[in-house]
T-cell receptor, first 113, second 115 residues
Framework: KQEVTQIPAALSVPEGENLVLNCSFT??????LQWFRQDPGKGLTSLLL?????REQTSGRLNASLDKSSGRSTLYIAASQPGDSATYLC????????????FGIGTKLQVIP | GAVVSQHPSRVICKSGTSVKIECRSL??????MFWYRQFPKQSLMLMAT?????????EQGVEKDKFLINHASLTLSTLTVTSAHPEDSSFYIC???????????FGPGTRLTVL
């Protein structure tokens, strides 16, 4: 059974700081890994999708890396802004029949102006 | 590309009524659709998986007679919460995939409040 852990659970940083969010998973037989953003009371916004053959993906100030062998992914946010405040979710599919996606509980980020 | 929509985005209903939530893949054919539920301060949990034209597969602990799923076409799946109760109040999100091993694309979610 795939288990996804996200550390830290919450993070508060001053505006402008670079930060790293961590995601670890137990079953490394994955096709891809996704990072999402969820604003309070809202749905999911897909940020980055990393295929299993890739080691990292970049979009603007965001960079996500994937190390399948160690079961880890990181989301790096450069020059954080108050608008980055949200919960960031890591989602990992598992093999075995069909693509069940397991979500982490998320990291709640607050960027202080 | 790969856009998934949900309707409605928010719904408030009285206890005992049924509510239908639609999930549509707008620009691709979704062989498989998934329904998730998120309770406050918890992660999203898979409820069921549906393949076009066949019965949905429900996760352990999810009542199939309460959460009716229909995947009648390659672009539409519906989730009907029957005889809704306040404990069914939650955030429901669907995702769609072109195949069992393809990437899932997520809808924006539907917030259900049962009074």
């Amino acid at each position: 059974k795939q288990e996804v852990t996200q550390i830290p659970a919450a993070l508060s940083v001053p505006e402008g700081e670079n930060l790293v969010l961590n995601c670890s998973f137990t079953d490394s037989a994955i096709y891809n890994l996704q990072w999402f953003r969820q604003d309070p009371g809202k749905g999911l916004t897909s940020l980055l999708l990393i295929q299993s053959s890739q080691r990292e993906q970049t979009s603007g100030r965001l960079n996500a890396s994937l190390d399948k062998s160690s079961g880890r992914s990181t989301l790096y946010i450069a020059a954080s802004q108050p608008g980055d405040s949200a919960t960031y979710l890591c989602a990992v599919p598992s093999s075995g029949g069909y693509q069940k996606v397991t979500f982490g509980i998320g990291t709640k980020l607050q960027v202080i102006p | 590309g790969a856009v998934v929509s949900q309707h409605p985005s928010r719904v408030i209903c009285k206890s005992g009524t049924s509510v239908k939530i639609e999930c549509r893949s707008l620009d691709f054919q979704a062989t498989t659709m998934f329904w998730y539920r998120q309770f406050p301060k918890q992660s999203l949990m898979l409820m069921a998986t549906s393949n076009e034209g066949s019965k949905a597969t429900y996760e352990q602990g999810v009542e199939k007679d309460k959460f009716l799923i229909n995947h009648a076409s390659l672009t539409l799946s519906t989730l009907t919460v029957t005889s809704a109760h306040p404990e069914d109040s939650s955030f429901y999100i669907c995702s769609a995939s072109g195949s069992l091993t393809d990437t899932q694309y997520f809808g924006p979610g539907t917030r259900l409040t049962v009074l």
